[in-house]
């Protein structure tokens, strides 16, 4: 088990408030093991002015998705996870819907961390594919 605790979708989304997660309307809705996931609408706020996803929101998915599910295995009170590097692979134009991603671990480390994230759309086809890298570093 990657986290080390159970996760808490509620309190996930309440620590979203007030923040871009909350205004592009991404909202935490699963979590195993070691993975976690969450929605997020394609609508203006999320669409480039062709009317496409923007691929900036899908990185901010990914991003949120990961650093969130890497934040759940340290201990917050000594050290939080921030992002290093992110990759992100658009594979397929969305125009409405949800997407889904979901954050699964690769290596959870004491000083680094990796986390492969799926952005799918609601037929489960990918529509992006991330590789985040988190530096884990003193509260």
């Known amino acids: 088990m990657a986290f080390r605790a159970p996760v808490s979708l509620e ?5 979203s408030q007030g923040t871009l997660i909350e205004h592009l309307g991404i909202v935490f809705t699963g979590a195993g093991d070691d ?3 969450a929605t997020m609408p394609v609508d203006p706020r999320t669409r480039q002015p062709y009317g496409l996803l923007h691929g900036g929101a899908s990185v901010v998915l990914a991003e949120t ?3 969130s599910a890497g934040n759940l295995c340290v201990d917050t009170t000594t050290h939080i996870c921030v992002g290093l590097e992110i990759n992100a692979n658009h594979l397929r134009a969305t125009r409405t819907g949800t997407v889904t991603g979901t954050a ?3 290596h959870v480390g004491r000083t680094t961390q990796v986390w492969d ?3 799918e759309n609601e037929a489960g086809k990918p529509v992006c594919v991330s590789r985040l890298t988190l530096a884990v570093v003193p509260a």
């Not at 309190?11 to 620590?15: E, K, Q, T, V, Y």
């Open 11 to 15: 309190a996930l989304n309440r620590l």
């Open 35 to 37: 993975w976690l996931q």
């Open 65 to 67: 998705l990961g650093s």
């Open 104 to 106: 699964r671990a690769v």
């Open 117 to 119: 994230i799926r952005i």
